[in-house]
């Protein structure tokens, strides 16, 4: 085992089989576990090790302590290395995007299950990392949100893929409004898979190392279902479903995300806000949104959904790198949380001002890539993702 102050803390139980269960945590609990490019060197190889050992029949990933599996990326890092490159392309920067990447890709294709032990909040990159698992745990304190729009960003981490499949443009409208998730929305937008008391964390962790787990991964996936089943309550997880206030509203959302334009899909959602509080939270987010953001994001999410985990995450690093180079992203996380004036200064400061050009260019690597691309190299493995 790692030692306490390190980013990530790993541990290896015995168990049945005559193999291990292997755990990974997010150690940041004060950053609420927000992806550091330290967590990411350190998780990487290792995941990247226990895929090729036998023994290793699984791996769990959670966070520290009781508020986060992961808030997202570690944007305060970003913004330190784009105002370090005072005005030119951060190299820093764009490499942390793309170690991300990677990394989601890694367990989106992983060759054994994962768990995810997805409690509290779980926003940005801890979903990039969450969406990929093979079995995705929610809690009754899980609030799942993708709010990049608020600092200038646009919902990566290969959110067009798991966005983009969403009924009724629902994942538009979550990409627009950064309305939270919590978990029966989550089960049934098929962003958790299991809905589990938090309190029964340590127990279900113990029962993973009492399974007799076998050599094949269509085996080990059956067996790992089968132990958090045994820790489900069936019926409260229906209930979540049914309760879900995406799923009553999906006809409203429908009609909000019919609209051909961000500006008319802003007018709608305010007016949709006087009538039913839901709305409320969108209404106040989007209105302090980057416009620009909120123009990308209206055209990322309106593109093929059925591109690959690969594709999607080539793109996000693109238009990732396009956000790197621009003053929005740096000034969001300035005003949002350096400062935390939350008085941002967007360009263009209205959405009228937002040009195609500048939309568009979120959708290319610049030319100074001359046809590097650092994730081209991803590939499809044995083991297929959810709906590729």
Known sequence: M???????????????????????????ERALNSLSKAMIDALQPRLEAWAQRDDVACVVLFGSGDKAFCA???????????????????????????????????????????????????MGGGLGIMAGASHRVVTEASRIAMPEVTIGLFPDVGASWFLGRMPAR????LGLTTTPM???????????DYLLESA?????????????????RADNDSLLADALRRFEDTDSAASLCEQSALFARQRAIAALTDAPDVQTFIDRLQAAADTDEFF?????????????????????????????????????????????????????????????????????????????????????????????????????????????
């Open 170 to 173: 629902i994942g538009l409208f």
């Open 280 to 388: 409320a939270h969108g209404a106040k987010a989007i209105a302090n949104a980057s416009p620009l953001s909120l123009a990308v994001v209206h055209r990322q999410l309106a593109r093929d959904p059925r591109l690959s985990i690969e594709q999607v995450l080539q793109q996000d690093y693109a238009s990732a790198v396009a956000c790197t180079r621009r003053p929005d992203l740096a000034e969001g996380i300035r005003a949002l949380l350096v400062d935390k004036d939350k008085q941002p200064s967007w360009t263009p400061a209205r959405l009228a001002e937002v040009t195609d050009a500048q939309v568009s260019a979120h959708f290319a690597l610049p030319a100074d890539y001359e046809g590097r691309h650092p994730l081209a190299d991803l590939r499809e493995s044995m083991i297929e993702s959810r709906g590729d």
């Open 2 to 28: 790692a030692k306490d102050d390190d980013a990530i803390i790993f541990e290896e139980r015995a168990a049945g089989g005559g193999r291990v269960v292997a755990f990974a945590r997010l150690n940041a």
């Open 72 to 122: 997202g990326g570690d944007v305060i890092g970003l913004y330190q290395a784009m105002r370090a490159a005072d005005g030119a392309p951060s190299a820093e920067a764009e490499g942390f995007f793309a170690a991300e990447y990677r990394l989601d890709h890694t367990i989106h294709r992983f060759p054994k299950p994962v768990l995810c032990w997805g409690h509290g909040i779980v």
């Open 200 to 216: 029964m964390r340590d127990a279900v962790f113990d029962a993973l190392t009492e399974i007799d787990w076998q050599a094949t």
């Open 182 to 192: 919590k978990a029966g929305d989550a089960l049934w937008l098929n962003m958790g």
